[in-house]
């Protein structure tokens, strides 16, 4: 059935998201008096090759982070060029707002202005047709796709980087209980492994406040530590390393010196070179139920990619985030030289509904994984979850079993699969 409704009213104010510092909330209304919301997130580890976050760098006002600019550009220059449109013509919406940005990377009026539009149109359309987002999602973008499946979760359950106060260099350990049949029993593990863990690093005095996902963040001697503790955690609740695998985001860019061209990890006091660096993660490899390693290099070191791609691309999910960040002319290059085998997908990345579905679009037919991400900065919207869902993603990444903004998404899925 074709459905018809009209944009009528776009308003957007500044919120807080999970670090304290603002975002924005967006609303649409429809002529049907349907009404979509969207919350924009925020990284603290970003790619350089991302769509702008336009902030307001007025320094007495939340130490510049303010979005008003973001705000006035989403309440005037946008609503002006979005009100009046279909919203079940995305494609048509989103190309309107990069029109009126006129910028590769959205600088002019924001990619947080611009991502809160379009996500918020997307609900209201489902709103107006009567039907859950990842069904009007999987109508617009997928159709031909069969079923639906439910993603496994990603949990980062040791948070380091800048994604908490610690010594670690790499910035997420992470737990995948794959080997379990439905979404539920999945999260289920994964919690439960996350609470022995817990149990685990108070008994050896370490320290159990969490990092900006959710995550245990104590300070610790070597990067393998965490790997020994992970697999302890695993076994202590009761489960076998061949169900539950371990995740790295290395986010390696954020500790690659280009003057030396070494990765300076500070935690193992090592200095190490792109060959350096796989052979390390061989080694992990063969010690440990390592599964995946995200951004494993730095993002533009394509050469050095390929290389990790040919020795361990056929046993491990080896993910671009930073590398691709969701942009499709980045994972084509990506495709083109046999880089990597996987891609992480966020929509502030590149900005709009429809390029993220390009992105995926795109990596499903070269056959590369998708997983569906959070940012460090998150709000309680859930709008991933039902687009994980849509899309057939293998995995989603939301954080650790902790905090109502990482929770609310995984909360989400358990309402589809029991709907569904």
């Given at each position: ?348 990345q590149v900005g709009t509904l429809s390029e993220t ?64």
């Amino acid at each position: 059935m074709i459905m018809v409704d009209r944009i009528v009213a776009v308003h957007a104010h500044e919120i807080l998201d999970s670090r304290g510092n603002p975002t924005l909330s967006t609303t649409v209304i429809l002529k049907s008096g349907a009404r979509g919301v969207a919350a924009v997130p925020s990284g603290a580890s970003t790619g350089s090759h991302e769509a702008h976050e336009l902030r307001d760098g007025d320094q007495k006002r939340y130490r510049g982070l303010g979005v008003l600019k973001a705000v006035k550009n989403t309440n005037s220059s946008l609503a002006l060029v979005t009100i009046g449109l279909d919203p079940f013509k995305q494609r048509e919406l989103d190309d309107q707002l990069r029109i009126a940005d006129g910028t590769p990377h959205k600088s002019k009026l924001g990619a947080n202005a611009i991502l809160g539009i379009s996500l918020a149109a997307a609900v209201a359309a489902a709103k107006s047709a009567g039907i859950p987002l990842y069904r009007h999602l999987r109508q617009i973008f997928a159709p031909t796709l069969r079923g639906y499946k439910l993603p496994t979760p990603l949990l980062n359950v040791f948070n380091g980087g800048r994604h908490a106060d610690t010594n670690l260099d790499i910035q997420e350990f992470l737990v995948i209980p794959h080997n379990f049949s439905t979404f539920a029993k999945r999260l289920q593990v994964g919690t439960e492994i996350y609470h022995t863990l817990g149990e685990i690093l108070h008994a050896d005095g370490l320290d159990t406040d969490v990092g900006n996902e959710g995550g245990y963040a104590p300070r610790i001697g070597a990067s393998e530590k965490v790997l020994e503790y992970l697999v302890k955690a695993i076994k202590k609740s009761g489960y076998s390393p061949k169900s539950v695998g371990i995740g790295l985001d290395v986010a390696a860019s954020e500790f690659y010196d280009e003057r030396q061209e070494k990765y300076l990890m500070t935690t193992d006091r090592r200095r190490y070179t792109a060959p350096q660096m796989i052979e390390l993660f061989i080694s992990w490899q063969k010690k440990y139920p390592l599964i995946s390693i995200e951004d494993g290099l730095s993002e533009d070191a394509w050469s050095d990619w390929q290389s990790l791609t040919r020795r361990l691309g056929g046993d491990l999910m080896l993910v671009g985030d930073d590398l691709f960040v969701t942009q499709a002319d980045r994972l084509q290059r990506g495709i083109e030289l046999g880089v990597g085998n996987a891609v992480l997908i966020k929509p502030n990345q590149v900005g709009t509904l429809s390029e993220t579905m390009d992105t995926i679009l795109m990596a499903q037919a070269n056959r590369y994984k998708v997983i569906i991400s959070h940012r460090s900065g998150e709000t309680t919207d859930t709008f991933i979850a039902d687009l994980a869902v849509a899309i057939n993603a293998q995995y989603i990444k939301s954080g650790a079993p902790a905090r109502s903004e990482r929770l609310c998404k995984y909360n989400r899925l358990l309402e589809i699969e029991e709907e569904l």
